[in-house]
């Protein structure tokens, strides 16, 4: 589709994101076009965003680059602008080498720079505008993520008659932890001019009340916090979800069924395919999840002509100086285990640094007997939900780490603690030789709670809570 120029008309629902729903592609004749982006936030806000005539707000993802608001697929779509110092202060500075690390437990240092958090604030305010600039009046705006945490409050300001909805997809942290933030009463701030602030966990909204009445010096009861200038402000958890359904379709076709063989056959057949998927990212837990790997087969205690261990890491972040070096590592680790553990012909771990299609993944999970997802902080995890859903038979396995949000719903798991590195490779061992009779029970129960709590639930339950918030007065 190429997109219809012109400004898109205001909108009485308006999603503001880091990222635009749509990519560039090249059309038959060269021209370009534009194509919906893949992934579960798009999946689930795209209906709701057509079925209102919506606009979504994000940047289109190359710097120095000017587009024009259109209109696509009965949505507007409103581009923000971003130069290349400022996609290095705002997005990968403040967002990614201050705001991920802090609120994923430190378990790398954040930095913290005054230039960064200076345009941070700057282009939340641009995105603010845009949003103040399309929404109608009485209009719903749902902000989303950790790029953009003081757009509710700037928005409120300028445009006070709208409901306002924030989700966080991260964690948020501990108190003892955010209090490090040379910025922190400027972001909670930020955070309070929403009507309802939306996190993974329960455990993520508490510390944000708590912080709120610390901090803030606010009045709090249970979910609420009471605001200076007289708001009331929910804090409560919806935990994301996946379009389950669809995927399991996908696993199903004769497309994946002939993929998933296909790559059982270039594995050589092993008994058991041990899979992980990832973006190669500090905080899901690949340094000691290759660690414990290379143990368990350096020791024999997972024998390589039986046993392949399969990892697909997406490429993210190249600018970053923290995932460049995370990149090298896992190189250099998977390098050293297989020299010293494989056999002629067999070699104990296939690493792919590379993007997929979801076809590609179904069929991957549909084929891994047992799936590792062990991160050190993860605000949910979706790779998780998409085993359970796509694993379309009862012999598959999920290990999983606790410092997961999934961990909360697929209890059924076989939990890690990823720093333990002894403790993980026992339930690694456990899993894959659990009988068939656990194996079956465990997928069962999370097959349930994934199918029913889908990204359409996810969606509908943030919404339906902030469409019954009183109007402003
Ligand atoms: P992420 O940190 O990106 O998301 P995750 O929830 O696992 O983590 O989602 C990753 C997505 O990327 C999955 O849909 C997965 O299929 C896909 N993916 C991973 N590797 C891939 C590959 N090699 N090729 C193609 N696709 C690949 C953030 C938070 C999470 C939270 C989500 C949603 O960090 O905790 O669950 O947002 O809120």
Redesign the pocket.
């Known amino acids: 589709a190429a997109g219809t120029p012109g400004s898109p008309r205001s909108a009485d629902f308006v999603v503001v994101a880091n990222r635009l729903p749509v990519d560039r592609k090249k059309n038959k004749d060269g021209s370009q076009g534009w194509k919906t982006s ?4 798009v999946t689930a806000l795209k209906p709701v965003v057509q079925a209102h005539g919506g606009a979504w707000i994000g940047w289109g993802g190359s710097a120095d680059e000017h587009i024009d608001p259109f209109t696509f697929d009965g949505h507007g779509v409103v581009p923000v602008d971003l130069s290349s110092d400022e996609v290095a202060e705002y997005y990968e500075g403040m967002s990614n080498t201050t705001f991920w690390p802090l609120y994923h437990d430190c378990v790398e240092h954040p930095e913290y720079h005054r230039e960064w958090w200076e345009t941070y604030l700057e282009i939340n305010e641009r995105f603010a505008r845009a949003a103040a600039e399309i929404a109608s009046p009485g209009a719903t705006v749902w902000v989303q ?1 950790y790029q953009l945490q003081n757009v509710p409050a700037l928005l409120r300001s300028m445009r006070p008659d709208l409901k306002i909805g924030f989700f966080l ?2 964690p948020f942290p501990p108190i003892e932890l955010f209090m490090q933030l040379p910025w922190r009463f400027q972001v909670i701030d930020g955070l309070l001019g929403a009507d309802i602030v939306g996190f ?1 966990e329960p455990g993520s909204a508490h510390n944000f009340v708590r912080l709120g009445r610390r901090l803030g010096g606010l009045r709090t009861y249970r979910d609420k916090l009471f605001t200076t200038d007289g708001r009331t402000v929910t804090a409560k958890a919806y935990p ?1 979800s ?1 379009d389950s359904q669809e995927l399991l379709d996908l696993s199903r076709t004769p497309e994946a069924r002939e993929i998933a063989r296909q790559l059982r056959d270039d594995l050589g057949n092993p008994e058991r395919i041990f899979l992980g ?3 190669l ?1 500090y ?2 837990g690949l340094r000691h999840r290759v660690q414990a790997f290379g143990e368990l087969f350096t020791s024999g205690q997972l024998d390589p002509l039986n046993n392949v261990y399969l990892q ?3 490429p ?1 972040r190249e600018g970053v100086r923290r995932y460049q070096i995370l990149h090298r590592d896992i190189d250099e680790m998977v390098g050293r285990i297989n020299s010293q553990s494989g056999r002629i012909g067999r070699t104990p771990i296939q690493y ?1 640094y ?5 076809l ?2 179904a069929a991957m999970y549909r084929a891994a007997d047992v799936m590792v997802v062990s ?1 050190l902080r ?7 939900k ?1 085993y359970v859903a796509a694993h379309d038979s009862d012999d598959g396995a999920l290990v999983l780490s606790e410092f ?3 961990a909360l719903e697929l209890t059924q798991a076989y939990m890690v603690n990823p720093y333990d590195v002894n403790g993980m490779k026992n339930q690694i061992l456990r899993a894959a030789g659990d009988s068939h009779a656990n194996h079956a029970r465990r997928m069962r129960a999370m097959r349930k709670q994934v199918f029913k709590h889908d990204i359409e639930a996810w969606a509908g339950s943030f919404l339906s809570d902030l469409g019954s918030v009183p109007d402003p007065q």
Do not use: C, F, W
């Open positions: 893949p992934g579960g936030l993520d997809h991260i993974q994301i996946i998927v990832d973006r990212d905080t899901k697909v890491a997406t993210t792919r590379s993007s997929y299609p979801k590609a993944l991160p993860d605000g949910m995890n979706l790779v998780a998409e997961a949000g999934a």
